[in-house]
């Protein structure tokens, strides 16, 4: 078992910057890829940032490209998600989750672990 645990949401104001955190425990996810997803209030949840098993390959959403981050820390088994310019638009729970292997897609199902979520609101 897996565990996941989301970090570092809140309320910022719109040009603002977070930085997620996800923290895993019960095993090593050094070896898998991992991403960061979405739900805003009403709408489904949307692929937000992918990273691969060492961090060397990473793919975003169009909304999010040149003002988010992903990245991974693979000592601390941990991954991140810098924000920056946020936008009213962002506001979302965000959620991070682990794959059972090294491939990296944008494909919710294929993560198979799943933190609680993080809830960000970015105000106007």
């Known amino acids: 078992q897996v565990q996941l645990v989301e970090s570092g949401g809140g309320l910022v104001q719109a040009g603002g910057s977070l930085r997620l955190s996800c923290a895993a425990s019960?095993?090593?996810?050094?070896?898998?890829?991992m991403g960061w997803f979405r739900q805003a209030l009403g709408k489904e949840r949307e692929f937000v940032a992918v990273?691969?098993?060492?961090?060397?390959?990473?793919a975003y959403a169009d909304s999010v490209k040149g003002r988010f981050t992903i990245s991974r820390d693979n000592a601390k088994n941990t991954m991140y998600l810098h924000m920056n310019s946020l936008k009213p638009e962002d506001t979302a729970v965000y959620y991070c989750?682990?794959?059972?292997?090294?491939?990296?897609?944008?494909?919710?199902?294929?993560?198979?672990?799943w933190g609680q979520g993080t809830q960000v609101t970015v105000s106007s």
């Open positions: 989750a682990a794959a059972r292997g090294a491939t990296m897609t944008i494909q919710s199902h294929w993560y198979h672990y």
């Open positions: 019960g095993r090593t996810i050094s070896s898998v890829a």
């Open positions: 990273i691969n098993w060492n961090g060397d390959n990473t």
